[in-house]
C-alpha cells in the first residue's frame, strides 16, 4: 500500500513540474516546456564526437510538429550548424539523444531526421515525453504509437567487439531480421574504467557483454542521480526491458553517403536500461540486469588447438537464439581460423532459471563441406527459440554450455544394406537388425539393433525403415506441397499435450550419428537432411500422415492438446554422421499362425542349406550336378549363418530388403 501511494505521489509530482517547466527536486537542471517554444529561438546542442569529450553545435527552432511524435506527442523541427556539423557532414547516427538547450533550459533529444536531407533538419523530443518512461511501472505494457512514417529515427549505431570477420559476416545475417546493422568497433584504453553519465556523454544499450561486446552507441539527454534517459526514439521498442548499460568511447565520425555514424566502444558496464519505448530509453546505474550466461569451448581436433568464450546475454525470448549462436559461431570460427569442410561433434545443455525444471541436454555431429561453423549451430538455434517460445510455459534460461570437437576429416558413413531376423513376427516379439555400413574412405563395419513389434501393432504387412540418422521421413513436407502450407502455418498445426511432451520430443529427437530402425508408413518420402542435397539439419517433427492433421495421435480424435503417439523406433550411436535408408516388409500375423510360419520358413532353410553343402561338395570334387568337371563357382558372399533361436537363415543380403 505504502509502495503504491509513493509511486502516486511521485508520477503527480513529476507531472506538476514537467507541466510548469520547473525544476526537478533532485536535478539541477530547467526544462523548457512546448508551449513556450517559438519559430526562431536559437539554442546548442550537446554530443562527442571523439573520445569523452563533450562539443556542442547551433540549434536554431523552425517549428512545432503536431502529433509526429511517440503516442501522438508533438516534435519541434530545428535547424543545425556550426563547425562540429560541418565536420561530421551533419547529424550522424549515434547524435540520437544530444540534448538540446534554449535559454539555458532542456528542451528535449534530437532523435529523428528526414530521409535523404542533407543531415541539417531534425527533429526533437521533448524531454517532458521522455522523463515519462521514469514513471512506467515494470508490469505496464503499453504501447506508444509510432512516429510520422515522413520521418525516420537517427538510428543507433550498433557496436561489435570481440568478432573474426567470418563471425561479423554471420552477426551481420543475423541482424538482419532485427533491422539492425553492426560495425566492428575497437577498444579503447579507458573501456574497463566506469564512468558516471553525464548529459551530452556517450551511452551504449548492450545486448552482449564478456569476451564479446554488442551494443547500441548513443547520447545521454539527461541525467538525475541513479536515473537516465537518452537516445530521445526506440532502440528495439521492447517496453519495460533488461539490457546491460555501459559506457562508450568514441573514435571518431565516418561519414557516408546515406547518413554518417559514430563509431564507438561498448566500455564498462555501469547499470542497466529498463525502458525501451517511443520516446526513448531510460536507464539505473549501479543495476545489473537479469542475464543468460553462455560457455562455449571449441577443441580443433586438427591442431589441438582449444578456445573458451565466456558471455553474458540479455535475457529476451526472441533475441536469444540469435545472440546465442552466433556468440558459438564466433568461437568456432577463432578456434578453427579457418573456413570451409568438417566434422563437428557437440553436445549443449539449456539451464533453466526455475531450477525446478529439467534441463534441457543434447548432443549430435554434423558434417560439412561448406561452412562446418554455420552448420554446427543450426539445430541450437531451433532448440532455444522452440522452447523459449513455446506456448505452455516460461522457460527462461539461466546458463548455456556448449562443448565440441572439430576436424576437417570427413567422418560420414553411408548405410549399404541390413538383414532382419525373423521376417514373421507377431506383436510383442523382438525383431534382430544388423546394418552393414561404410565409412568414407574407411572400412566396413556393422551395428546390431533389436527393435520390438508394438503390442497393438496391426495383422498384415509391416514396413520397418533403417536409415541413417540423417535421413528423415517429410510428411510434413508432403502437406506443404500438397496444401501450399507456409512453415508457421505447419508449426501452428503441431499438437503437443503439454511443455513436458514438447520438451521429450526436442531431447530425444534422432541423431544424425544414429541407425535408426523404425516402422514406416508406406507412403512417406524419405530425404537426406545432407547440405549435398541443398537442405540443412533441423528439429523436425516426422509423424506420417495422409491430410494436415498428421501430426495428431493415431488413436487420437485430433483434439488440441492431444498427445501424439510416439512412432516406435530403436537405434544405436556410431563414430559418423550416418546417410541411407531402406525398408524390410515383415509379416505379423497371430502367435499360433506365426509358429507354423516359422517352422515352414526353417525347413525351407534347412533344404536351401543342405543344396549349398551338395553343391559345395560337387564343385570341391571338380563336378556339376550332372557329374561333369566345371570349375568353382563363388557365391557372391552370401554366406548363411543359421540363427539356433528361431531356426531362420539370417543374411546380411536379405532379399526382404530393399536395396539402399
Same mark, same amino acid.
Given at each position: ?9 511521485k508520477?503527480l509530482?513529476l507531472?506538476i ?20 517554444v ?27 510538429? !503536431? ?29 540520437? %539523444? ?14 529523428? &531526421? ?31 504509437? %509510432? $512516429? ?8 543507433t ?33 579507458v ?17 552482449? $557483454? &564478456?569476451?564479446?561486446?554488442l551494443?547500441? +552507441? ?22 519495460s ?22 563509431? %564507438? ?17 531510460s ?14 569451448s ?10 573458451s ?5 540479455? #535475457? ?8 546465442? +549462436? ?7 570460427? @577463432?578456434?578453427?581460423?579457418?573456413? %570451409? ?7 549443449? $545443455? ?21 561452412d ?16 523459449e517460445?513455446?506456448?505452455?510455459e ?13 576436424? !576437417? ?15 514373421? +513376427? ?8 544388423r ?25 498384415g ?8 540418422g ?11 506441397q ?5 512453415d ?12 513436458n ?10 541423431? @544424425? ?7 514406416l ?14 537442405t540443412k ?6 509423424r506420417?500422415? #495422409? @491430410? ?7 488413436k487420437?480424435?485430433?483434439?488440441e ?13 556410431t563414430d ?6 531402406? #525398408?524390410?516388409t515383415? #509379416?505379423?500375423m ?23 553343402? @551338395? ?7 571338380? !563336378?556339376?550336378?550332372?557329374g561333369?568337371?566345371?570349375? $568353382? ?28
Open positions: 500500500m505504502h509502495a503504491m501511494a509513493s509511486k502516486k505521489i508520477r509530482a507531472s513540474c514537467l507541466a510548469l517547466g520547473s525544476i526537478l527536486p533532485a536535478g539541477a537542471e530547467e526544462f523548457l516546456p512546448l508551449s513556450d517559438r519559430e526562431g529561438m536559437h539554442g546548442y546542442a550537446k554530443t562527442v564526437v571523439h573520445g569523452t569529450k563533450i562539443d556542442t553545435f547551433d540549434v536554431d527552432v523552425l517549428g512545432i510538429m !503536431k502529433n509526429k511524435g511517440s503516442a501522438g506527442g508533438d516534435l519541434v523541427l530545428v535547424k543545425v550548424s556550426g563547425p562540429l556539423i560541418d565536420e561530421t557532414g551533419g547529424i550522424a547516427q549515434g547524435m540520437s %539523444g544530444s540534448p538540446v538547450y534554449i535559454d539555458g533550459r532542456l528542451l528535449g533529444a534530437i532523435a529523428y &531526421g528526414f530521409p535523404q536531407s542533407d543531415g541539417r533538419i531534425g527533429m526533437v523530443t521533448p524531454i517532458s515525453d521522455m522523463l515519462r518512461l521514469w514513471t512506467i511501472d515494470s508490469g505496464e505494457e503499453k504501447k506508444e504509437s %509510432g $512516429t510520422d512514417r515522413d520521418l525516420i529515427p537517427l538510428a549505431p550498433l557496436m561489435a567487439s570481440g568478432y573474426t570477420p567470418s563471425g561479423m559476416e554471420f552477426l551481420t545475417d543475423k541482424m538482419k531480421d532485427f533491422n539492425m546493422v553492426p560495425y566492428s568497433a575497437a577498444s579503447a584504453g573501456d574497463e574504467m566506469p564512468r558516471p553519465l553525464e548529459a551530452g556523454g556517450a551511452v551504449s544499450a548492450t545486448l552482449v $557483454t &564478456g569476451d564479446l561486446k551494443g547500441a +552507441v548513443g547520447t545521454v539527454t539527461y541525467v538525475d542521480k541513479d536515473h537516465m534517459v537518452a537516445f530521445g526514439h526506440p532502440f528495439l521498442d521492447k517496453g526491458s533488461a539490457y546491460f548499460m555501459h559506457n562508450s568511447y568514441i573514435f571518431t565520425v565516418v561519414p557516408s553517403r546515406n547518413i554518417p555514424f559514430k563509431l %564507438g566502444s561498448v566500455g564498462a558496464e555501469i547499470g542497466m536500461v529498463n525502458e525501451d519505448r517511443g520516446s526513448g530509453i536507464g539505473l546505474s549501479g543495476k545489473v540486469p537479469e542475464s543468460v550466461r553462455l560457455h562455449s571449441v577443441l580443433d581436433e586438427d591442431t589441438g588447438r582449444t578456445q568464450l565466456n558471455v553474458r546475454m540479455v #535475457q529476451n525470448e526472441r533475441m536469444l537464439p540469435m545472440l546465442s +549462436v552466433t556468440s558459438v559461431y564466433n568461437n568456432m570460427s @577463432n578456434t578453427l581460423d579457418r573456413n %570451409g569442410e568438417g566434422t563437428v561433434s557437440l553436445s549443449y $545443455t539449456l539451464f533453466p532459471e526455475d531450477l525446478k525444471k529439467r534441463p534441457f541436454t543434447r548432443s549430435n555431429m554434423y558434417w560439412s563441406s561448406k562446418i561453423s554455420e552448420r554446427s549451430v543450426d539445430e541450437m538455434y531451433n532448440v532455444i527459440r522452440i522452447l517460445q513455446n506456448r505452455f516460461p522457460y527462461k534460461l539461466r546458463d548455456i554450455s556448449v562443448d565440441m570437437k572439430v576436424t !576437417k576429416d570427413r567422418k560420414t558413413a553411408q548405410l549399404l544394406d541390413a538383414s532382419a531376423s525373423p521376417t514373421v +513376427v507377431s506383436p510383442g516379439d523382438t525383431i534382430y537388425v546394418a552393414r555400413l561404410a565409412p568414407y574412405r574407411g572400412e566396413v563395419f556393422y551395428k546390431d539393433l533389436a527393435f520390438t513389434v508394438p503390442k497393438d501393432q496391426p495383422l504387412t509391416m514396413i520397418l525403415e533403417v536409415r541413417g540423417g535421413v528423415v521421413p517429410l510428411p510434413y513436407l508432403i502437406q506443404q500438397k496444401y501450399n502450407l507456409t508457421e502455418i505447419l508449426e501452428r498445426i503441431r499438437t503437443y499435450k503439454d511443455f511432451d514438447l520438451f521429450d520430443k526436442l531431447e530425444k529427437e534422432d541423431k @544424425n550419428n544414429q541407425v535408426v530402425v523404425e516402422i508408413d508406406p507412403n512417406v518420402s524419405m530425404i537426406s537432411r545432407d547440405e549435398e542435397n541443398g539439419a533441423e528439429i523436425q517433427d516426422k506420417p500422415s #495422409q @491430410n494436415p492433421d498428421y501430426l495428431k495421435g493415431k487420437g480424435d485430433g483434439k492438446g492431444e498427445k501424439e503417439e510416439d512412432s516406435p523406433k530403436s537405434s544405436v550411436d559418423y554422421v550416418v546417410y541411407g535408408d531402406g #525398408q524390410f515383415f #509379416q505379423v497371430a502367435p499360433e499362425d506365426r509358429d507354423r510360419a516359422l517352422r515352414k520358413l526353417a525347413k525351407s532353410n534347412q533344404k536351401m542349406i543342405a543344396d549349398m553343402k @551338395n553343391e559345395g561338395k560337387d564343385s570341391i570334387s571338380g !563336378k556339376d550336378k550332372d561333369k568337371k566345371e570349375e $568353382t563357382k563363388e557365391e557372391n558372399g552370401k554366406k548363411p549363418d543359421t540363427d539356433k533361436k528361431s531356426g531362420t537363415s539370417y543374411f546380411l543380403m536379405s532379399d526382404s530388403m530393399t536395396r539402399l
